[in-house]
């Protein structure tokens, strides 16, 4: 009998695996509930122009289609590749039913077309924590969601965590000290580099 070959970048689990993996995921929403986090759920497609925007992240999507459908392509669905843009087309949809400052977390499978390595997977559980506002948000809100997260990561069975904590202004005043006035396209420069490094091994 020929062996099956595993699809590359899109894990599958044992029994036993499931327990843990579902052990893991508990313990995160008990964290979350705890400290007064919604759980939401969003559709897993998106279409193709909200998912991509101006970035260059449309080579990343999975895109679905019926064989010998024509469809426009900036409208054609795609695989959500993070939680971020589903939850931001779901809070504006959404905004009348909400009360703000609105918590949610999210804990939900992801999909990125990109290059397997080790650690690294096609098919993913994503966990998400944002507290959203409709005008501002105060600076104690975004404190908050930095210590939920670190206790979210204590409840697991893990060494210890240090959490680094990073601006996107001190990001972007680094490049523009240094003369680079293409702060995006440098930083997707440099994330592509980081990606492309050798790592050993793949799944």
């Known amino acids: 009998m020929a062996r099956v070959r595993p699809l590359s970048g899109f894990p599958e689990w044992t029994p036993a695996d499931r327990v843990v ?39 990343e999507i999975y895109t679905l289609g019926r064989l010998g459908a024509e469809q426009d392509s900036e409208a054609k669905p795609g695989l959500h590749f993070d939680l971020t843009v589903p939850f931001a087309r779901y809070t504006e949809e959404f905004q009348n039913d909400l009360a703000f400052p609105f918590r949610r977390f999210q804990i939900q499978k992801v999909w990125r077309g990109e290059r397997p390595q080790e650690g690294r997977y096609r098919e993913f559980y994503q966990a998400d924590i944002d507290i959203v506002g409709r005008d501002n948000l105060p600076a104690h809100l975004e404190v908050e969601v930095a210590v939920v997260m670190a206790r979210a990561l204590a409840s697991l069975p893990l060494p210890a965590v240090t959490m680094h904590v990073n601006n996107r202004r001190l990001v972007d005043g680094f490049y523009r000290g240094v003369g680079i006035e293409d702060v995006a396209g440098a930083l997707r420069s440099v994330d592509k580099a980081r990606q492309d490094r050798p790592r050993r091994g793949a799944r």
């Open 21 to 59: 993996e579902a052990q893991v995921i508990d313990s995160l929403k008990e964290v979350f509930r705890l400290h007064g986090f919604a759980e939401i759920e969003t559709r897993v497609v998106e279409t193709l122009d909200r998912l991509a925007g101006k970035s260059d992240a449309a080579k």
